[in-house]
């Protein structure tokens, strides 16, 4: 069974940044997606980004020139570095792995989530 383990949430100011790490273990070779969502108080879970094993990426309009998502294989670490927070930003963050199942995105598992806090 896939587990995944995220860190790097925090405290930061408008402006600055933050990378977030996931780190994932188990049943690994199944995955082909992972991504980052977040949920705000009083808000629906959203995709804030997702990178496939092949290294295809897509981002939320929200985050598009600010967010970037990288993985790492050979760790099976995906990242997702945060540049130019803005205070509508501030949500937990939550890591996600999905496999494909005969064309069919089947989420694996999801992280504990970890919470990002950008003061104005």
């Keep these: 069974q896939v587990q995944l383990v995220e860190s790097g949430g925090g405290l930061v100011q408008a402006g600055g940044s933050l990378r977030l790490s996931c780190a994932a273990s188990g049943g690994i070779f199944s995955i082909n997606g992972m991504g980052w969502y977040r949920q705000a108080p009083g808000k629906q879970r959203e995709l804030v980004a997702?990178?496939?094993?092949?290294?295809?990426?897509?981002?939320?309009?929200?985050?598009?020139?600010?967010?970037?998502?990288?993985?790492?294989?050979?760790?099976?670490?995906?990242?997702?570095?945060?540049?130019?927070?803005?205070?509508?930003?501030?949500?937990?963050?939550?890591?996600?792995?999905?496999?494909?199942?005969?064309?069919?995105?089947?989420?694996?598992?999801?992280?504990?989530?970890?919470?990002?806090?950008?003061?104005?």
């Design 50 to 120: 997702r990178i496939t094993r092949d290294g295809s990426t897509n981002y939320a309009d929200s985050v598009k020139g600010r967010f970037t998502i990288s993985r790492d294989n050979a760790k099976n670490t995906v990242y997702l570095q945060m540049n130019s927070l803005k205070p509508e930003d501030t949500a937990v963050y939550y890591c996600n792995a999905d496999k494909d199942l005969k064309g069919t995105r089947v989420v694996l598992q999801w992280g504990q989530g970890t919470q990002v806090t950008v003061s104005s």
